[in-house]
């Protein structure tokens, strides 16, 4: 009847979002919900407010969960966070560990080998690569977007900013870890109009 089943019942899914209804993860999780439903899958869109919605996540009390997530420079950032020593059964608080609720022991060996090395060295690459095979298998977690966010820098008065051949922080002014990049700056000794 144009509806799907799994293990013998109607499938009906529900999405939360800390965004509001105008906001950028409510427009992904709308556009998510719309496709659902063309291949017999109802969900249920909730905006909730930010704690309401953290309580819910920390919780695993959710099918879909449409918000930002997992930003590291090294994949191992992330990894570490889904092994299953972190796991929490749904309802109860993953206190921002394992908010997936992910548990592979092969991905869990991998990441305890990734996290005593150095993840631009050879010894990493093959580790690097069979990490991300079950990350793929497994998709614990699906990226909808990538959002490219563009740095502008005057280097006129300031130099060492990161560039491409030396991206030694991204330089994003509105995360913690910018002040990496305050660090490294140097004055030009170029003086401004008096």
Known sequence: AGKRTYKGKEINLEIITPSPVDGGEYAIANVLKTELAK?????????????????????????????????????????????????????????????????????????????????????????????????????PMLSVIQTGYPSYFNTAFWKGWPTDDDLYEVPLNWWQHFIFVLVKIEPTGQKGPA
């Open 39 to 139: 291949v017999g899958v109802p969900a249920t869109l909730r905006s909730l407010a930010g704690n309401v919605h953290d309580e819910k996540f920390q919780r695993g009390e959710f099918d879909i969960d449409s918000s930002w997530a997992g930003i590291a420079i090294d994949p191992e950032q992330l990894y570490t966070d889904w092994t299953s020593d972190k796991y929490q059964p749904i309802g109860k608080n993953a206190a921002g560990k394992n908010k997936l609720r992910y548990r592979n022991p092969k991905f869990d060996a991998i990441s305890k080998q990734l996290a005593g090395i150095d993840p631009n060295s050879d010894e990493a690459k093959p580790l690097l690569d069979q990490a991300l095979e079950i990350y793929f298998q497994d998709l």
